[in-house]
């Protein structure tokens, strides 16, 4: 087995799962490749497939130094199945087959609700490199250009660790979902992504920074949930997504942390109020208003990712050794989940009431309450540099059940503050808690296409405090010209 975490790149398909030894596999995914390249030519970034961009490529799956960097064509990035290191004598964590060996194999009576997780996960990766494929020619800087291909290829290295796990553990079924992750599209109204947040448009930087802020963020609590599994293969793969997964959510907080300190920086120069929204805007910064509508947005559709707050799904995924907890193993209790209960916020009878719920039932409920504290830590630092600034200005996290399409509030009208609506004043209100027309546009007139040059950056963004890999900050990140 592949212990070391060494990579064979001399292979077609970069890999440390000794895909050689197996001719039958080795072959169905060498046949999945050209249809993979075809996508990424289409569907992946759009008008810079020729450039050298310097990106990292994995080339061991140790937690230290994995990464190399130098200028790549994208089309040529070599994306590679790797997994984690296998753990010697590692047992199942949690649920009713705590402490057996973990599984190598699918066990056939959780082969439908392993597979459905996987393929949920799977959906999402090249969900994101369509949503994002326009962006390119709007960027602030190649700095930030270069962050998001490399983010790109990172999903596009994701979908490949999916594709791994369902054609070599699923048989003909897995061989079937990996080509629909390639038919399936972001936004297509007749074949959409499975998930709500990932057919929605990332039409400007902000927005992909919020995505890559807030929504790759749930895939850490998603992929270190099922980096829990009893199914080892799957523990291991996502392990290593998890480690590429940290630049991604750096790339989104700091994108908004730039255009935060950017803002805050022309307001206390000009000695603007923070209320005076027009007064922002002809600055030519975006206003502190218009990033808690992306806030409030963002953390909404995110939210909803979690699924129901009460759950028999994941209670049984849990139940079987799918799909634990966040940092399972961290957690001081008999990970069986006898007995004990776990507080949910439901409306009940005209008002926010919090029930004690059956732990087991209340995963989801757990998994978004973990994620929403770590949102709201980042929300604090963002709030440190408006107050250094003088600025009388907090941004929050909307509440609970704003904005929530599945779950316990799906079918509830609620303001970031937590007032239940009617459908005619939410109708009447929205824009007070989501980006208007008019904040649409703004943004947009701020996104012009330029051939950015090295260490400039766009008038809204500040530029990040160091480059990528030690590199200074004006480095040609992209060669453009
Ligand atoms: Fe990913
Ligand atoms: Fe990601």
Partial sequence: MSNTGAIDYDSKIPNNVQLSADRALQRALEKWLPQYLE???????????????????????????????????????RWGILLAPQEEGRTIPFGKFKGLPVWQEVPGEFRATLRRLIVIQADTEPASVEQQRFLGRTA????????????????GRHLWAMVYLLHKYFGRDGREEADALLKRHSGDPDSPRILG?????????????MFTCFTDRDGKYQLEALSQSGFDPLSRTCRFMLTEEGHHMFVGRTGIERIVRRTCEVMQAHKLDANDIEAVRTHGVIDLQNIQKKINFHIGVTEDLYGAEVSTNSANAYHAGVKGRFRETAIDDD????????????????????VAEPAL??????????YLNDCRQI?????????????????????????????????????????VLSHEQWQARQDDWLPSDADLKYLLSLMVESKPEPGRFANWISPPRAGINGQPIEFEYVKIH
Avoid at 339 to 349: E, F, G, I, S
Avoid at 387 to 397: F, R
């Fill in 379 to 419: 929300l604090a630092t963002w709030n440190k540099i408006i107050k250094a600034a003088g600025i009388n200005y907090e941004l929050t996290l909307p509440h609970r059940a704003f904005l929530r399409r599945i779950g316990e509030f799906a079918n509830l009208h609620v303001s970031t503050q937590g007032e």
């Fill in 197 to 209: 947040a990932f057919n929605e448009e990332t039409p400007d930087w902000l927005s992909f920074f």
């Fill in 335 to 354: 990970h069986q989940l006898h007995n004990a209960t776990y507080p949910v916020l439901k409306y009940r009878d005209g008002a926010f009431v919090t």
């Fill in 39 to 77: 996508w990424w030519q289409t569907m992946g970034p759009h008008g810079f497939q020729d450039l050298e961009v310097y990106l990292r490529t994995a080339i061991s799956v140790d937690p230290e130094g994995w990464a190399k960097f130098g200028y790549v064509k994208m089309p040529e990035y």
């Fill in 140 to 155: 602030p800087s190649l700095y930030d250009m270069r962050n998001l291909f490399q983010v790109n290829v990172e999903e």
């Fill in 361 to 370: 039932n209340a995963l989801n409920a757990r998994l978004c309450d973990d």
